[in-house]
């Protein structure tokens, strides 16, 4: 992979989590008052599309580097 694509994999991995933590955001603020149940699974979500988006960078990295 060149460069260039390694800089276009990282914006767009960077762009999904941006709008997967303001979509949290939404959720939150609409269930704030609610049910603690969901404010901790909106928790859960964003712990693992993180984990996940950080995996596939570090493998993305990886290749660039051998």
């Known amino acids: 992979m060149s460069?260039?694509?390694f800089v276009q994999s990282f914006i767009v991995?960077?762009?999904v989590q941006i709008i997967?933590?303001?979509f949290l955001m939404l959720l939150q603020i609409k269930i704030a008052k609610e049910d603690l149940k969901l404010q901790l699974l909106?928790?859960?979500l964003y712990s693992a599309?993180?984990?996940i988006n950080q995996s596939?960078?570090?493998i993305?990295?990886?290749k660039e580097l051998t």
């Open 13 to 15: 991995l960077t762009s």
């Open 20 to 22: 997967f933590i303001l």
């Open 56 to 58: 596939v960078f570090l």
């Open 42 to 44: 909106s928790i859960v």
């Open 3 to 5: 460069k260039k694509g």
């Open 60 to 62: 993305i990295s990886k």
């Open 49 to 51: 599309i993180n984990i």
